[in-house]
């Protein structure tokens, strides 16, 4: 297994000004190591979904107001249409398919999937239950059966 973990599970775009160590991983992780899995795995409760759906001023915290910038217009349906369950599913889940999307647009990432050699996963998991939902090719998430 080798991981990659940040706020959001967010995803540079491809070809983002300046180093990424998200492009980097993911670059090391395929043309070195040849892993054939990824998996964009977000979670209930999350910090990052919660401060994109609050709309809170985070100018005290530039970094990370400019990090969230990245998944915020691909999250403006999601966000538009959240309720208040402080768990976010839909945030967090439309999140995971945005960033899997994204990931696809990785010229390495593209090549290896065509060509059969790379799986792409997006998996919910549910802080409060333990429940891993899994993305199915429908688009919905269904609880993990094994």
Not at 34 to 49: E, F, L, N, R, T
């Amino acid at each position: 297994m080798f991981e990659l973990r940040n706020a959001g599970n967010i995803v540079p775009p491809y070809g983002s000004p300046g180093a990424s160590g998200e492009a980097a991983t993911i670059e090391y992780a395929l043309e070195v190591l040849g892993v054939q899995d990824i998996v964009v795995c977000g979670h209930s409760h999350c910090g990052a979904m919660a401060a994109l759906k609050s709309g809170d001023d985070l100018s005290r915290l530039p970094g990370v107001d400019a990090w969230l910038q990245l998944a915020r217009p691909e999250l403006a349906p999601a966000l538009s249409a959240a309720d208040d369950d402080p768990s976010l599913p839909g945030v967090a889940q439309g999140n995971i398919v945005n960033q899997l999307a994204v990931l696809g647009s990785y010229p390495v990432v593209r090549q290896r999937a065509e060509a059969g050699r790379l799986r792409l996963h997006g998996w919910y998991y549910e802080v409060h239950t333990g429940q891993v939902h899994e993305l199915e090719d429908d688009g919905r998430f269904r609880v993990h059966a094994g």
